[in-house]
């Protein structure tokens, strides 16, 4: 910031550090300085000078840091690679952070060049995808050739909602829960997945779990065992489907 001067801010996977947001791991550290101000990106230091300089900042002594939603923004147009994005997204989202709006916000505001990426993972957000790993998910599915699923649906038995699941075929009463403690740090909120796994059961729904490492390493099993579970299953009296809120 020495050499960048006074009005500049630290945003990108620096800032991400700074907000405990997951994000590449880099020695570089981006600033953002006055478009008028003449400064070149020497050995760590990347400077992009901008018209749209932060009117607002969080600041660590003499550190001044773009806010959450510019920082994530930033930071995606900086890897161009669509896991890291979705990675980064939903740490920022799942940790409050930044809101999904925000994002959005930031999306429009900012420079066409280079928002691929976090144009692609947000309208994977808001299609329904919830994390990192629900996108892997949702990007395996897709491209399948198995019938469309509702995304993040929302499972009522007699008015009374069983749970909300990652991937729902309800012609068949199949559902798949992608599974990861990486989003339910709390041992509370694991046994309430069990606890839910074990209503939709009840209810006769053939659930299916997966995990992160499943999905990128096992995606061809993933697929012969939601399909095989497609072509044995029946509908499961009485279930009522809503998509996901929000």
Known sequence: MLYAGRASVITGPAALRNYGIRG???????????????RASRDFVVIHRTRRLPREWTSDGPLRFALAARAVADAVREI???????????SAVQKSRCTVSQLADELA?????GSAQLRAVLAEVA????????GDFHALVRTS????????????????LLGVVDAWW??????????S????????????TMRRHAKLTAAGISVIHVSPLQIRTEPGRILR??????????????????????
């Open 109 to 113: 505001a900012g420079p066409v060049r």
């Open 181 to 192: 403690r990486e989003w339910h740090f709390e041992p509370a909120a694991w046994e309430a």
């Open 24 to 38: 590449p791991e880099t020695q570089r550290v981006t600033l953002l300085v006055p478009w008028e101000r003449r």
């Open 225 to 246: 065992d939601i399909d095989a579970a497609l072509r044995h299953g029946r509908p499961a009296a009485g279930i009522v489907t809503l998509p996901a809120v929000g």
């Open 80 to 90: 161009g690679n669509r896991p890291d994005a979705r990675a980064i997204v939903g």
């Open 170 to 179: 309800p012609q068949a009463g199949v559902a798949v829960e992608v599974d």
């Open 127 to 134: 299609d329904g995808v919830r994390s990192a790993a629900e």
């Open 145 to 160: 050739g198995l019938p469309a699923p509702t995304f993040n649906a929302r499972l009522f038995l007699d008015g009374v």
